[in-house]
């Protein structure tokens, strides 16, 4: 390996918390520092084989050790390699079962870990990430010998990013995403009391979980006290055991209003139509040999499976209806869904507005399907036709986009109370359009209301 120097490596923006390491990249390759702080309590838990087997059960992200010799870095004692993942997504943007299966995986690993003697420094939701919808440990630097007596370090903070938003969605039915974006390290608990309605109801149950934690962690008399009263490993375990069985019972409270859970049911399309629609997906996968997608306003990703059928290993399946998102999450394991509001996209946000970066920038696919969105972005939401088809070029180099004219009934709806105020909406200034920055490799009318797919191959690297 040629030897790498600090102006060619980036930092990850959002490692800068950690005293005992950092992540970084070069040339699309994936390394974790460990400084000189971190690196006997690194030696320390791998002696005890907990990594190896956490790595082994498909728990725990692979690491290959990397010549120190090899990079010129500063406090760095020992270098890591991970594989690349596919795409890094935040808790706020994950399913409620999503964000339940990365809360049990937190807990599993914590309880094979106390009989590893190891526990955890931290419970940050962002230390999981998702292969297709399989939930995966990442932070490599997150474990420590386990001491006899101690408390659950990181309670308060997966109170926060884990219990809080799913008690929220499963108490009122109100999806968490939004507000859990809106505060990213979490829903403080006296934000939730106040959310939940009937909340003394709950008292008694969410107390240990949700408001002891919060007390213990805010007055250093009870840091003071914790210390004279340590707490025995067997309480420890049933702490984690009784918060594991409690949302292991948590769903999600059903969705009042739900715009698009049975939109496939709709008559937009008769058989015959949807089997055209499916067969030229299926013919531009297989002819443009994508491997990854992203599909836009997924709803419940019909067409993310005939994209898997056809050849493709991952859709990133975007849609803001929660109770679609749940469906897919629940029917493919190689679909990724996302709760995603496509006018309002996650920004560069946290430290300096970078520590967490914006979803456009960490999103790298083959191709793109934007069926069936984009009058919903251009007529209903007022966003300029051609900026519409230029960002969704920008996704991925191969695409298919499906222009519904405004005689289609969708459309006419859509248009009912404000009239057409449209003039540059059209498949002639949607084709225009592509033009500019694509070259068209298909099209194909779909249906007798004239619905036309378009896919095309992207002229920019």
């Keep these: 390996m040629k030897k790498m120097t600090t102006n060619t490596i980036l930092v990850n923006p959002n490692s800068f ?7 970084f990249s070069q040339k699309q390759r994936i390394f974790r520092g460990i400084t ?16 190896k087997r956490l790595i082994d059960s498909q728990f725990l992200l692979e690491e290959w050790e990397v010549p120190l010799e090899n990079f010129s870095l500063k406090n760095v004692a020992h270098i890591l390699e991970h594989p690349k993942l596919e795409l890094i997504t935040y808790p706020f943007e994950w399913t409620f079962s999503a964000l339940k299966a990365a809360a049990l995986l937190h807990l599993d690993l914590q ?38 007596g101690e ?33 990213p390290q979490g829903i403080s608990s006296d934000v939730l009391v106040k ?17 002891l934690p919060q007390l213990l962690q805010t007055t250093s008399v009870d840091q003071d006290w914790m210390k004279q009263h340590p707490l025995p490993q067997k309480r420890y375990r049933l702490l984690l055991t009784q918060l594991r069985r409690k949302i292991e019972r948590l769903t999600p409270r ?46 419940e990703g019909c067409y993310s499976e005939v994209a898997l059928d056809a050849g493709a290993k991952l859709s990133v399946a975007m849609e803001n209806d929660s109770l679609c998102l749940e469906n897919i999450y629940h029917k493919q394991k190689s679909i990724l869904p996302l709760n995603v509001d496509l006018m309002n996209l996650s920004p560069g946000m946290g430290w300096r507005g970078e520590s ?12 793109v399907l934007a069926l069936g969105i984009l009058h919903h972005l251009a007529l209903g939401n007022n966003a300029p036709l051609g900026q519409v088809i230029s960002w969704i070029i920008g996704l991925g180099k191969y695409g298919v986009i499906e222009f519904i004219p405004k005689s289609d009934p969708m459309c006419q709806t859509l248009l009912a109370l404000r009239g057409d105020i449209f003039p540059n909406y059209s498949l002639e200034l949607c084709i225009n359009a592509l033009l500019k920055e694509a070259t068209i490799l298909n099209q194909q009318q779909v249906t007798a209301s004239g619905r036309i797919l378009i896919s095309y191959r992207r002229n920019s690297q």
């Design 17 to 23: 918390r950690d005293p005992h390491g950092f992540v």
């Design 36 to 51: 000189s702080e971190g690196l006997d309590n690194f030696k320390q838990v791998r002696a005890t084989g907990f990594i």
């Design 111 to 148: 309880l094979m870990g106390l009989n590893h003697g190891v526990s955890f420094r931290d419970a940050s939701a962002y230390n999981i990430q998702f292969i297709g919808s399989k939930p995966i440990f990442i932070d490599h630097l997150s474990f420590q010998p386990y001491s006899e």
């Design 151 to 183: 408390y659950w370090l990181g309670q308060k903070q997966f109170t926060e990013q884990f219990l809080n938003p799913l008690l929220l969605q499963a108490y009122t039915g109100f999806a968490f995403n939004d507000l859990y974006r809106g505060s």
């Design 195 to 211: 959310l939940v309605p009937g909340w003394h109801k709950w008292i008694k149950s969410l107390f240990l979980q949700v408001l």
């Design 254 to 299: 059903k969705q009042r209003g739900s715009k698009w859970s049975n939109y496939q049911d709709c008559k937009h399309y008769q058989l015959h139509e949807k089997e055209k629609k499916a067969k030229f997906v299926n013919e531009f996968i297989g002819n443009n040999k994508i491997e990854s997608l992203c599909d836009l306003g997924a709803n």
């Design 356 to 367: 967490l970066q914006k979803l456009t920038d960490r999103l790298t696919v083959d191709g």
